[in-house]
């Protein structure tokens, strides 16, 4: 007789369901304690111990010494490999038989030579499937190898996850052994889990949510663990259940397997390769077991370290990306930051990894992929449509801890009014597992709902790499449309943004910026990885603007596009969203140092190889080649070597009318003065020109004042900027009652996240460092340079010695300055107050520059407390303004009429020693009449951080100025001169010109080099179908709207022989 239904407490029933699928409770009676069966151990375990991470085919040829489960191994980035002898019992015939391994580090598992599993207990894979059903005839005895890292899936912090490693910490294999695995258990499971998610999800009043839990008590009613005859019946109701479909508004879930890897953060660079492996081989597996299972990879660097370390590997990546399950994402080489690399940097992010996407998996992706980058700079969309992609995928502004981001789908419209579709998955998350709370979280976050219907849903354990698993696959299989829950697909980022394309009418849109409002330390801290970028920018952008030259001017010369590939991939390279941000451990900021010292030292000999190209390498007596690497005339006073390893100071004026990107030759090594041309101009030294130099430093009363005829400084006895004058107008820059050039010091504890925030209470902190008067004494005394230096005892661990430099016909003053910083947890910055008052600031961002308020009147004011900016900020009123220069800083602030740079922070994880020692660096103050634009801002930051090259010259240099390029217009600024990547034969040029001013404007290009041919092209340096532009004795007609990016494709003609 069946038993008569009976009345249900809530709690109770679904506890009941909970102690039946408890990993925990009562394991011996319950079903989760039947998901293995039989087990018995390894035949044999015996394992070898190495500081080196080894390829396959030499580890297998090492001593192995016997082992056994429960033997510590170690240190921390030590691997331990393991042979693995198996027998599998012969009565386990017809049966899923598995290796279970559980141990600290991650482990990834080879067969015959290849890798087939990676195994993580953070990442819940901890079993390898041996056979799916064990055979009459398959082998009974196999050897596998375990290559365990030691290291876990986040590292090896010590104590918390983001501390620095601990160097002595020792690893455990806790289980080794055959088992076998009860797939109709699994199932069950998986089902009884997905019920009780619905029950709990749902609530108490809801129909569907009694639904589930009563289906769930029903099958722990029919299930009888130890009496598997009892399992399909339970397996029938939960079928019953979720065959009952929904409605046909039922929000659209796209599911997609991703696995957010870290290209470096707290583990080193070598060992991100391997984790690249542990997860995509997983990955594979996946793909085989699932056909409709569909995985989204970013990252070229990634994939191109997997097809040089595991070629095996990456030809199977190539077979499941024509199958259409593993998808390339993001058209980038690395998930970069997107605050501080420089607009062309950004642009060979897309360069480099789209043309690897296309190389290897033969299209381009039309996606950019980057969900965990701390912040959006407002040029991405233009960039990204200009390198053929229109859609956007992150999530990281769920992050902000002020106010909540308005929207998931939108249109995000950049600086020049370029917009992409773009859309953040509801769920903020790109590490989902499949349960019922995320799906419904997914729909009930959406802030978009009435406008789109669909959502991605991106599954997978991330950041440390790991990736999906099958319990997750199998989790959203079963839900793929069921009644009381959306609609789930697995699904494609391009079936995504097609879903979401077909709904875009409604959708709303977003100008400007995604700022996030946390990590904001990030701008700061690592000053010497923050320089790096910022000099390694610059060398690359000199190497290829010479080498253009040399190549347009000399039949022999090679360009050097290999070596520029190497040396770009490099900086890309460290321009992963943490590292250049400073967000890593210290065993990553010394490769990434490392990688700098390489491009500058690589890149130097290139620059040498093009001067004595451009030099023709004729022999005669050495001199010098002043190279003028912008886009404009200057004059400016330069330090020329003298015999001996002296220096002396030379006046470099540009010769010609409208000279730019200029060459000048010097034949002797140590004048006092010389000319030099703009942009690429060559021209020959002179004497010293007479009248060139200013009035020298006067000091009185301690203080000292400083005069070119364009600005007056003042500095008080500690060196201190009391008075900043322009000449001509008398007008005083300084703020009054306020001084200027003000180091403060701030306590700096965030909430937990050390190296990457600094909290809006550290304002509160704020500690003017007081200097002793008398420090102050004047330097270089007149003639083209006058300067005062002085010492400031920061505090009794830190001090800093400062110059300030004023140059003839400068129109700012440089504040050259050297630091000893050994601090924990303290922020230094250098205050101005500027006698301007103005709403708001204007900083300069990747090709173009946008305002900020200096206000806090709303909470998405002051939640910008501390923001980015790179060479300059600008205050400005009307007719009048103050801006910043800086030749390495990227954090600033202006509050109010303050302008602050942000210099030095002293965080202690994950990397303890981060920015204790010697710093340098230079940063500049600029007063100006009228706007920042017709004052010439732009170029002065420009020149701060492009000086004047002098280069040996290996014989005579051309014997007039030459200039290769000039542009009519103030407002165009040609960034890039570089060969064309497909430029076989080498006599194709890309120009990249952008509009600064914001700005409608006509401009002429005027070339002196033997074009054949231009034509507009895009980023992806792909032909402008409206075909050559006309070309009228030499010069070109461009026409730019405000920030337009336009790139240039320049066919030379022929080299004669």
Same mark, same amino acid.
């Given at each position: 007789?069946?038993?008569?239904?009976?009345?249900?407490?809530?709690?109770?029933?679904?506890?009941?369901?909970?102690?039946?699928?408890?990993?925990?409770?009562?394991?011996?009676?319950? *079903?989760?304690?039947?998901?293995?069966?039989?087990?018995?151990?390894?035949?044999?375990?015996?394992?070898?111990?190495?500081?080196?991470?080894?390829?396959?085919?030499?580890?297998?040829?090492?001593?192995?010494?016997?082992?056994?489960?429960?033997?510590?191994?170690?240190?921390?980035?030590?691997?331990?490999?393991?042979?693995?002898?198996?027998?599998?019992?012969?009565?386990?015939?017809?049966?899923?038989?598995?290796?279970?391994?559980?141990?600290?580090?991650?482990?990834?598992?080879?067969?015959?030579?290849?890798?087939?599993?990676?195994?993580?207990?953070?990442?819940?894979?901890?079993?390898?499937?041996?056979?799916?059903?064990?055979?009459?005839?398959?082998?009974?005895?196999?050897?596998?190898?375990?290559?365990?890292?030691?290291?876990?899936?986040?590292?090896?912090?010590?104590?918390?996850?983001?501390?620095?490693?601990?160097?002595?910490?020792?690893?455990?294999?806790?289980?080794?052994?055959?088992?076998?695995?009860?797939?109709?258990?699994?199932?069950?499971?998986?089902?009884?889990?997905?019920?009780?998610?619905?029950?709990?999800?749902?609530?108490?009043?809801?129909?569907?949510?009694?639904?589930?839990?009563?289906?769930?008590?029903?099958?722990?009613?029919?299930?009888?663990?130890?009496?598997?005859?009892?399992?399909?019946?339970?397996?029938?109701?939960?079928?019953?259940?979720?065959?009952?479909?929904?409605?046909?508004?039922?929000?659209?879930?796209?599911?997609?397997?991703?696995?957010?890897?870290?290209?470096?953060?707290?583990?080193?660079?070598?060992?991100?390769?391997?984790?690249?492996?542990?997860?995509?081989?997983?990955?594979?597996?996946?793909?085989?077991?699932?056909?409709?299972?569909?995985?989204?990879?970013?990252?070229?660097?990634?994939?191109?370290?997997?097809?040089?370390?595991?070629?095996?590997?990456?030809?199977?990546?190539?077979?499941?990306?024509?199958?259409?399950?593993?998808?390339?994402?993001?058209?980038?080489?690395?998930?970069?930051?997107?605050?501080?690399?420089?607009?062309?940097?950004?642009?060979?992010?897309?360069?480099?990894?789209?043309?690897?996407?296309?190389?290897?998996?033969?299209?381009?992706?039309?996606?950019?992929?980057?969900?965990?980058?701390?912040?959006?700079?407002?040029?991405?969309?233009?960039?990204?449509?200009?390198?053929?992609?229109?859609?956007?995928?992150?999530?990281?502004?769920?992050?902000?801890?002020?106010?909540?981001?308005?929207?998931?789908?939108?249109?995000?419209?950049?600086?020049?009014?370029?917009?992409?579709?773009?859309?953040?998955?509801?769920?903020?998350?790109?590490?989902?597992?499949?349960?019922?709370?995320?799906?419904?979280?997914?729909?009930?976050?959406?802030?978009?709902?009435?406008?789109?219907?669909?959502?991605?849903?991106?599954?997978?354990?991330?950041?440390?790499?790991?990736?999906?698993?099958?319990?997750?696959?199998?989790?959203?299989?079963?839900?793929?449309?069921?009644?009381?829950?959306?609609?789930?697909?697995?699904?494609?980022?391009?079936?995504?943004?097609? !879903?979401?394309?077909?709904?875009?009418?409604?959708?709303?849109?977003?100008?400007?910026?995604?700022?996030?409002?946390?990590?904001?330390?990030?701008?700061?801290?690592?000053?010497?990885?923050?320089?790096?970028?910022?000099?390694?920018?610059?060398?690359?952008?000199?190497?290829?603007?010479?080498?253009?030259?040399?190549?347009?001017?000399?039949?022999?010369?090679?360009?050097?596009?290999?070596?520029?590939?190497?040396?770009?991939?490099?900086?890309?390279?460290?321009?992963?969203?943490?590292?250049?941000?400073?967000?890593?451990?210290?065993?990553?900021?010394?490769?990434?140092?490392?990688?700098?010292?390489?491009?500058?030292?690589?890149?130097?000999? *290139? *620059?040498?190889?093009?001067? !004595?190209?451009?030099?023709?390498?004729?022999?005669?007596?050495?001199?010098?080649?002043?190279?003028?690497?912008?886009?404009?005339?200057?004059?400016?006073?330069?330090?020329?070597?003298?015999?001996?390893?002296?220096?002396?100071?030379?006046?470099?004026?540009?010769?010609?009318?409208?000279?730019?990107?200029?060459?000048?030759?010097?034949?002797?090594?140590?004048?006092? !003065?010389?000319?030099?041309?703009?942009? !690429?101009?060559?021209?020959?030294?002179?004497?010293?020109?007479?009248?060139?130099?200013?009035?020298?430093?006067?000091?009185?009363?301690?203080?000292?004042?400083?005069?070119?005829?364009?600005?007056?400084?003042?500095?008080?006895?500690?060196?201190?900027?009391?008075?900043?004058?322009?000449?001509?107008?008398?007008?005083?820059?300084?703020?009054?009652?306020?001084?200027?050039?003000?180091?403060? *010091?701030?306590?700096?504890?965030?909430?937990?996240?050390?190296?990457?925030?600094?909290?809006?209470?550290?304002?509160?902190?704020?500690?003017?460092?007081?200097?002793?008067?008398?420090?102050?004494?004047?330097?270089?005394?007149?003639?083209?340079?006058?300067?005062?230096?002085?010492?400031?005892?920061?505090?009794?661990?830190?001090?800093?010695?400062?110059?300030?430099?004023?140059?003839?016909?400068?129109?700012?003053?440089?504040?050259?300055?050297?630091?000893?910083?050994?601090?924990?947890?303290?922020?230094?910055?250098?205050?101005?107050?500027?006698?301007?008052?103005?709403?708001?600031?204007?900083?300069?961002?990747?090709?173009?520059?946008?305002?900020?308020?200096?206000?806090?009147?709303?909470?998405?004011?002051?939640?910008?407390?501390?923001?980015?900016?790179?060479?300059?900020?600008?205050?400005?009123?009307?007719?009048?303004?103050?801006?910043?220069?800086?030749?390495?800083?990227?954090?600033?602030?202006?509050?109010?009429?303050?302008?602050?740079?942000?210099?030095?922070?002293?965080?202690?994880?994950?990397?303890?020693?981060?920015?204790?020692?010697?710093?340098?660096?230079?940063?500049?103050?600029?007063?100006?009449?009228?706007?920042?634009?017709?004052?010439?801002?732009?170029?002065?930051?420009?020149?701060?951080?492009?000086?004047?090259?002098?280069?040996?010259?290996?014989?005579?240099?051309?014997?007039?100025?030459?200039?290769?390029?000039?542009?009519?217009?103030?407002?165009?600024?040609?960034?890039?001169?570089?060969?064309?990547?497909?430029?076989?034969?080498?006599?194709?040029?890309?120009?990249?010109?952008?509009?600064?001013?914001?700005?409608?404007?006509?401009?002429?290009?005027?070339?002196?080099?033997?074009?054949?041919?231009?034509?507009?092209?895009?980023?992806?340096?792909?032909?402008?179908?409206?075909?050559?532009?006309?070309?009228?004795?030499?010069?070109?007609?461009?026409?730019?709207?405000?920030?337009?990016?336009?790139?240039?494709?320049?066919?030379?003609?022929?080299?004669?022989?």
């Amino acid at each position: 007789m069946a038993a008569a239904p009976a009345l249900k407490h809530w709690r109770t029933t679904l506890e009941r369901v909970e102690k039946f699928v408890s990993p925990l409770y009562f394991t011996d009676c319950n *079903l989760r304690g039947r998901l293995f069966g039989d087990s018995c151990p390894v035949a044999e375990l015996s394992s070898f111990l190495t500081p080196e991470r080894l390829p396959y085919q030499e580890a297998v040829q090492q001593d192995f010494r016997p082992a056994q489960v429960g033997d510590s191994f170690g240190p921390t980035w030590w691997t331990c490999w393991f042979r693995v002898e198996l027998t599998i019992p012969e009565a386990w015939v017809g049966q899923e038989v598995h290796l279970r391994w559980e141990s600290d580090g991650e482990g990834l598992v080879w067969r015959d030579g290849e890798p087939v599993q990676g195994l993580t207990k953070e990442g819940e894979k901890t079993s390898y499937v041996l056979t799916d059903k064990l055979g009459e005839e398959d082998p009974r005895s196999l050897t596998l190898y375990v290559e365990v890292a030691c290291n876990g899936l986040l590292g090896a912090g010590k104590g918390t996850m983001i501390a620095a490693p601990d160097p002595e910490k020792m690893f455990q294999v806790s289980r080794a052994e055959l088992a076998v695995f009860h797939r109709d258990v699994h199932k069950l499971l998986v089902d009884l889990e997905l019920l009780l998610g619905m029950a709990k999800g749902l609530g108490e009043d809801n129909q569907r949510s009694y639904q589930a839990l009563y289906t769930a008590n029903q099958m722990v009613n029919i299930c009888d663990p130890a009496q598997p005859e009892t399992f399909p019946v339970a397996q029938a109701l939960a079928s019953k259940f979720f065959g009952q479909r929904g409605g046909e508004s039922q929000h659209t879930i796209h599911a997609l397997g991703h696995c957010h890897i870290d290209t470096a953060w707290l583990w080193p660079f070598k060992e991100t390769v391997r984790k690249c492996a542990r997860s995509w081989v997983t990955v594979v597996q996946l793909m085989e077991r699932n056909p409709e299972f569909i995985f989204a990879c970013s990252q070229a660097q990634q994939l191109a370290w997997v097809k040089s370390h595991y070629p095996g590997l990456h030809a199977r990546l190539q077979e499941f990306a024509c199958r259409g399950q593993f998808v390339p994402v993001g058209g980038t080489w690395v998930e970069m930051d997107g605050n501080l690399p420089s607009g062309e940097a950004m642009v060979r992010q897309f360069l480099q990894g789209q043309s690897f996407f296309l190389q290897e998996f033969g299209k381009m992706c039309s996606e950019f992929w980057l969900p965990d980058t701390f912040g959006y700079s407002a040029q991405l969309p233009q960039i990204m449509r200009s390198c053929g992609i229109g859609h956007f995928l992150t999530q990281k502004l769920s992050w902000n801890l002020v106010n909540s981001f308005p929207h998931h789908t939108f249109f995000w419209e950049g600086l020049d009014g370029s917009r992409v579709l773009t859309h953040f998955p509801p769920g903020d998350s790109y590490g989902m597992q499949g349960s019922v709370e995320e799906v419904l979280k997914t729909v009930a976050k959406n802030r978009d709902k009435g406008r789109t219907n669909h959502s991605a849903f991106l599954f997978g354990f991330g950041d440390g790499g790991g990736g999906p698993t099958q319990t997750m696959v199998d989790r959203l299989k079963r839900l793929c449309n069921t009644d009381g829950l959306p609609r789930v697909q697995f699904s494609s980022p391009e079936r995504l943004f097609s !879903a979401l394309e077909g709904h875009s009418g409604q959708l709303c849109t977003w100008v400007g910026e995604l700022f996030l409002e946390l990590h904001n330390g990030t701008y700061t801290t690592h000053a010497q990885i923050k320089k790096g970028n910022r000099e390694c920018e610059r060398i690359l952008h000199d190497v290829e603007l010479l080498s253009s030259l040399a190549l347009a001017r000399s039949a022999q010369f090679l360009y050097p596009a290999a070596q520029l590939q190497d040396l770009w991939r490099l900086l890309l390279l460290n321009q992963f969203h943490d590292v250049v941000t400073g967000s890593c451990i210290q065993l990553v900021a010394e490769e990434a140092m490392c990688h700098y010292e390489d491009i500058r030292s690589r890149g130097n000999t *290139l *620059l040498s190889a093009a001067a !004595a190209a451009l030099c023709a390498g004729e022999p005669g007596p050495e001199g010098l080649l002043i190279v003028n690497t912008l886009p404009w005339k200057r004059t400016e006073v330069l330090a020329l070597p003298r015999p001996g390893g002296a220096h002396c100071l030379g006046l470099i004026p540009s010769s010609g009318d409208s000279a730019q990107h200029g060459l000048c030759s010097c034949s002797h090594p140590h004048l006092a !003065a010389a000319p030099a041309a703009p942009a !690429a101009c060559v021209c020959s030294a002179g004497a010293p020109q007479p009248g060139a130099g200013g009035p020298p430093p006067t000091k009185t009363d301690g203080s000292v004042t400083l005069d070119n005829g364009i600005i007056r400084v003042r500095l008080d006895p500690t060196g201190r900027l009391t008075s900043l004058v322009l000449v001509a107008s008398g007008r005083e820059a300084v703020a009054e009652g306020a001084v200027g050039n003000q180091f403060v *010091l701030f306590d700096d504890v965030p909430l937990y996240w050390d190296a990457w925030d600094v909290m809006d209470y550290h304002l509160e902190t704020r500690k003017p460092v007081l200097g002793q008067a008398g420090t102050l004494a004047v330097g270089t005394q007149g003639g083209v340079r006058g300067s005062a230096w002085f010492l400031l005892q920061i505090s009794p661990n830190s001090r800093l010695s400062q110059e300030v430099v004023l140059d003839v016909g400068c129109p700012y003053v440089r504040f050259h300055t050297e630091v000893h910083w050994h601090e924990a947890h303290k922020f230094l910055k250098v205050e101005f107050p500027a006698r301007v008052r103005s709403p708001q600031a204007t900083f300069e961002v990747q090709f173009g520059h946008l305002q900020r308020p200096t206000h806090y009147n709303t909470s998405w004011d002051w939640a910008r407390f501390e923001v980015w900016a790179h060479r300059w900020m600008d205050l400005s009123e009307h007719g009048f303004g103050l801006a910043l220069l800086n030749d390495c800083k990227y954090g600033a602030s202006v509050r109010g009429s303050v302008l602050s740079l942000s210099l030095l922070r002293a965080p202690k994880s994950p990397d303890a020693t981060v920015d204790m020692g010697r710093h340098e660096f230079t940063y500049a103050l600029m007063p100006h009449e009228g706007s920042f634009q017709d004052a010439g801002v732009i170029p002065a930051a420009y020149s701060l951080n492009f000086p004047l090259l002098a280069l040996p010259a290996p014989g005579p240099a051309p014997a007039a100025a030459w200039s290769a390029f000039s542009v009519s217009s103030p407002a165009v600024v040609l960034e890039t001169v570089k060969q064309a990547e497909t430029s076989l034969q080498g006599r194709k040029l890309v120009l990249r010109l952008y509009e600064a001013h914001g700005s409608h404007v006509d401009c002429w290009l005027h070339m002196s080099l033997p074009v054949q041919e231009a034509v507009l092209c895009d980023l992806l340096e792909r032909r402008d179908p409206a075909g050559p532009l006309p070309l009228r004795d030499s010069r070109l007609k461009l026409t730019f709207s405000p920030f337009q990016v336009q790139s240039l494709l320049l066919v030379l003609q022929p080299a004669p022989s």
